[in-house]
């Protein structure tokens, strides 16, 4: 594959026609990776500027060079002496994501994207369900990699733009036609979904989270409304929770744009809305109102929460083209996210284990109290919190478990670089009755063991992970599989 700079929307700083028609063999942001002819992206950065590694990308063989007028200055040096073609623009991200989108070519057909700080995984697998259950070849990409009708890793929730481009590229070649991806806020900040052409997207929620990356609520916000404001074009779909005390501001932002908007959740002001929710031990019985038809679902899917997801899946699946009669009528078929709400185990006495991402003072209140109406018993739940992450949500999600768990757990969670008793004494500043466990295998052991008929442990914080961060190691550690050995051994079976 090969283009040049002119192909890819790029336009030389100096040398005219010629530097512009310079070949490009493939980008790169890391200049380890450089090859003969590529086009190394000097970004900006956190801690350092790309602009450092220019040197050894022009050494490497890179042609060509992307960056901001800073870059430009730092790696004046090499760049006079390697003479490559050299592009300067303001955004340098938004550059290169849509120089990756023409690089690359192909996307499957239809695309859509969700924001928000919980269920963007449920809400983006729900709707590659919902596709393949309709007969289309479909993909999902976010926290748990590419899954679908085509599967890859993904180290981010939202891929850089090289190789989500790349990802769509190949996913189209396989035949993939939809697909449905995690938009999260960093992402969106640094601009990795622009040059994806969403047919639409969706808003869940807005609570606090990664509030160590954008610094305030404001910018935070800002970040997930550029879903709105800037990727999704002006002829795609919004569907909104309008529940959600930012879902009026995002349908406001979507007006000012003229694009259309679903309105989903409990409200009359609601086009797509959850009318009544009964639960058992095993799921829950919807009535839904869609534009005055009623529609009664059963969903095979543990907490309350999980109908707004389907709703906004149901929304997007919809907004893309979908005959409702049809959408609606694949919803019971649904398969829980692994990782969100998923049984993991049950004692031979009745009691229930269930694992859940909740890694956010919100998530966890929404999970227990989404749990509860399936118990006749009591809620025990564990928490812990991140290292190198967010502080100030430490005492809260402490907070959040015990006023609505009857027995808390506090536990560690990727405690990274910190000390973790010190971020276990931060949570439990927010929960000073609960019990302290540091070892999360052993707290998985007790929690189990404090189970009686009926009740029911809810496992918080990793969900579908498969390790431990501590210090620089990642050792191997799942919380269902912990669960489970710890309901065989405590009731025998091993």
Not at 111 to 121: E, H, L, Q, S
Not at 350 to 376: C, E, N, Q, S
Not at 395 to 414: F, R, S, W, Y
């Amino acid at each position: 594959m090969m283009k040049s700079l002119s192909e890819l929307g790029l336009t030389a700083q100096s040398g005219g026609e010629a530097r512009n028609r310079t070949r490009i063999t493939g980008l790169s942001v890391d200049s380890r990776r450089v090859e003969p002819g590529h086009l190394f992206a000097a970004l900006p950065g956190a801690h350092a500027h790309g602009a450092e590694f220019v040197p050894m990308a022009l050494t490497m063989g890179a042609t060509a060079i992307l960056t901001d007028p800073e870059g430009a200055r730092l790696a004046a040096e090499a760049i006079a002496e390697h003479d490559p073609a050299l592009v300067v623009v303001e955004d340098p991200r938004q550059a290169l994501a849509y120089a990756a989108a023409l690089f690359f070519g192909a996307q499957p057909e239809v695309m859509v994207a969700v924001t928000g700080t919980n269920g963007k995984t449920s809400v983006a697998t729900f709707t590659r369900q919902i596709w393949q259950l309709l007969g289309a070849r479909a993909i999902n990409i976010g926290t748990t990699g590419v899954e679908g009708d085509w599967q890859a890793p993904s180290p981010h929730t939202t891929p850089e733009p090289i190789t989500l481009h790349g990802m769509l590229s190949r996913a189209a070649k396989a035949g993939v036609t939809h697909g449905a991806m995690e938009a999260s806020s960093h992402g969106l900040a640094q601009r990795r979904l622009d040059g994806v052409e969403l047919t639409a997207a969706a808003f869940t929620n807005f609570t606090q989270d990664h509030l160590d990356y954008h610094a305030t609520f404001e910018a935070y916000f800002a970040a997930k409304a550029g879903l709105f404001t800037r990727v999704l074009a002006e002829d795609g779909v919004a569907v909104v929770n309008i529940d959600d005390a930012k879902g009026m501001e995002i349908e406001g932002l979507c007006a000012e744009r003229g694009i259309d908007v679903m309105r989903v959740g409990r409200s009359d002001a609601s086009d797509l809305r959850v009318v009544a929710q009964r639960f058992d031990p095993t799921g829950q019985n919807l009535r839904v109102d869609f534009v005055g038809n009623i529609y009664q679902i059963r969903l095979d899917l543990i907490g309350g929460f999980q109908a707004e997801n389907v709703m906004a899946a149901a929304g997007l699946v919809m907004a893309c083209g979908a005959d409702p009669e049809e959408v609606f009528s694949c919803l019971p078929e649904l398969v829980g996210v692994r990782g969100r709400m998923q049984h993991a185990a049950t004692r031979g006495n009745g009691a229930t284990v269930f694992v859940d991402y909740a890694h956010t003072p919100d998530a966890v209140a929404t999970a227990i109290k989404a749990l509860r109406p399936h118990v006749m018993g009591r809620v025990v739940a564990i928490v812990g919190a991140g290292g190198d992450r967010d502080k100030t949500k430490r005492p809260l999600m402490g907070q959040a478990a015990a006023e609505n768990a009857d027995l808390v757990i506090v536990t560690d969670d990727n405690p990274r670089s910190e000390d973790p008793a010190s971020i276990r004494a931060e949570v439990l500043a927010g929960a000073p009755e609960a019990i302290e466990v540091g070892d999360r295998a052993e707290a998985i052991l007790r929690g189990v063991d404090a189970l009686q008929p009926g009740d029911a442990l809810l496992i918080c914080g990793k969900g579908h992970e498969s390790g431990q961060i501590v210090g620089d190691n990642v050792y191997p550690f799942d919380d269902v599989e912990q669960a489970s050995m710890a309901v065989s051994a405590l009731d025998g079976a091993v």
